[in-house]
């Protein structure tokens, strides 16, 4: 995957950071795939502190590791009703919104008892943290979920107990099971890993992550499929706050982070300029403050844009655009972005503003565009940046603002409006072969409305 442009670390803020235990990879493979994803929560944990031998902490709504003094955090977790083999398995913890961090979030490994109480646990009678090292946090922040690579330890159903330890005297502090939403998980995929070969997936939506479930439902649609992840902007609501990110979409779609290439929202730039957005998503989401970018995916050259920004011909961005597209060598282009150009929701109108984008993609021979904005979704047959049906060098373009909040309805349909609807949520799935794509709308648990069908690149 090739991307332009600059990429800084990426460092922690206060915002929701996933880390995970190993380096991420970024999975780019299509493939045949048959997976799911089930969460489960402790049925016990504490923790033990060297200076107090006799007490048992198993109801305390935190739990710690330490040096200074020596505290030891103890999870049992009891997986059931997985069939298929475990692809992955991840330990994911909250730290507390009352500490500010710690330089070390401690060392995780495996135990061999899984019997130890919760309430009669103490310093004196601790079982034994005498497995494998499955991974260590380093530096952890306040308020913010993390996450343990510990799919060598998990084979299926059974009982499984993690202990972990800390050299550090700075103690890092996590919600118990105890703190209801933010407990412990253990989240588990099971299925057919995709072979590494074959041609890149592509996947997402837009309008996603708010108080309700809607994005619950598609961030466990994203579990089963491979590839890479794009949003198109509304990330999470109402204010694109650093609060709503950790509250929001971290324990939604915050999981696929390390595989997400997102854009902008206005409800993202509700917060001045932006800031917790491109804190939470780094060098993902682009330079800071710019929010566009590009890459490359297979035979196919990928383009994020900012429709928050200046759009108009001769602008900064727009002159981007153009310089990005004529030194592009892959024969196919798709480009997304916030606001549609053609839409037929009656909640809001078509941006024209964002015509000199699609003019100069146009101009390019690009062949999809993808929109959020109005939460629907809306597919529109290949046309010119006039709005007129355009076979030979029209780009197919698609609203796919469904990803979790509140749906919008229809107004007036627009002209060469082909697929539309306004009451399922889901993702919006594109294969990325090498002359061609094939798109699909896949629902979420409940929901039946499909669309698909496949386009050549000009």
């Known amino acids: ?33 048959s997976a799911a994803s089930v969460t489960f929560t402790p049925v016990a944990d504490t923790y033990v502190q060297s200076d107090t031998a006799s007490t048992n902490y198993g109801t305390s709504a ?20 997985v069939s298929g083999t475990v692809t992955s398995a991840k330990l994911r913890l909250r730290t507390i919104s009352g500490n500010s961090g710690s330089d070390a979030g401690g060392t995780f490994r495996k135990m061999s008892n899984t019997t130890w109480s919760e309430t009669g646990t ?10 494998a090292t499955l991974g260590s946090l380093g530096a952890v922040s306040g308020n913010t979920w993390y996450e343990i690579d510990v799919t ?65 439902a598609t961030a466990a649609l994203l579990d089963g499929i491979p590839g890479t992840v794009f949003t198109t902007g509304d990330n999470v609501y109402d204010n694109g706050t650093a609060a ?15 595989r997400t290439r997102p854009t902008p929202g206005n409800h993202d730039y509700n917060t001045s300029g932006a800031t917790p957005y491109y804190s939470y998503f780094g060098a993902q989401a682009g330079p800071s403050g710019r929010g566009y970018y590009s ?10 844009l900012n429709s928050n920004i200046t759009m108009s011909a001769g602008s900064t961005q ?56 109005n939460h629907v979704y809306e597919r529109f047959g290949p046309m010119n940046p006039s709005g007129g049906y355009d076979a030979s060098r029209g780009m197919r373009s698609f609203v796919a603002g469904m990803g979790g909040a509140g749906h919008y309805s229809f107004g007036t ?24 794509y094939d798109w699909q709308f896949v629902p979420v648990a409940g929901q039946t409305y499909n669309d698909s069908g496949t386009g050549t690149c000009h």
Request: with cysteine.
């Open 1 to 33: 995957m090739d991307f332009r442009f600059p990429r800084p670390p990426v460092t922690l803020g206060a915002v929701a950071v996933l880390v995970a235990a190993t380096a991420a990879v970024v999975v780019t493979g299509a493939g045949t795939a």
């Open 122 to 131: 103490t310093w004196s009678n601790q079982p034994a943290i005498d497995g």
């Open 318 to 373: 727009e002159q981007w655009l153009r310089a990005d597209l004529a030194a592009s060598t892959k024969p196919c282009t798709l480009a997304y972005w916030h606001h549609p150009l053609f839409t037929s929701s009656s909640n809001h109108a078509p941006s024209t503003a964002t015509r000199p984008l699609y003019q100069a993609l146009y101009d390019h021979n690009a062949d999809v565009v993808v929109w959020g904005h």
């Open 152 to 216: 060598s330890a998990v084979a299926g159903n059974g009982t499984y107990s993690f202990g972990a330890t800390s050299a550090s005297g700075d103690g890092a502090y996590y919600d118990s099971r105890e703190s209801g939403a933010d407990a412990p998980q253990l989240v588990l995929t099971t299925g057919t890993t995709p072979p590494p070969s074959g041609d890149p997936v592509f996947v997402g939506a837009g309008d996603i992550a708010n108080s309700g479930s809607g994005d619950s």
């Open 295 to 304: 890459f490359d995916l297979g035979n196919w050259h990928i383009v994020s």
């Open 413 to 436: 349909i627009q002209p060469n409006s082909e697929a539309r609807n306004s009451t399922a949520y889901g993702v919006l799935k594109f294969t990325l072969h090498a002359g061609s």
């Open 244 to 258: 709503e990110f950790s509250s929001w979409y971290e324990p939604t779609w915050g999981r696929h982070k390390a």
């Open 62 to 81: 935190q739990i710690v590791v330490d040096n200074a003094p020596v505290r030891r955090t103890f999870l049992r977790f009891t997986v059931s009703g």
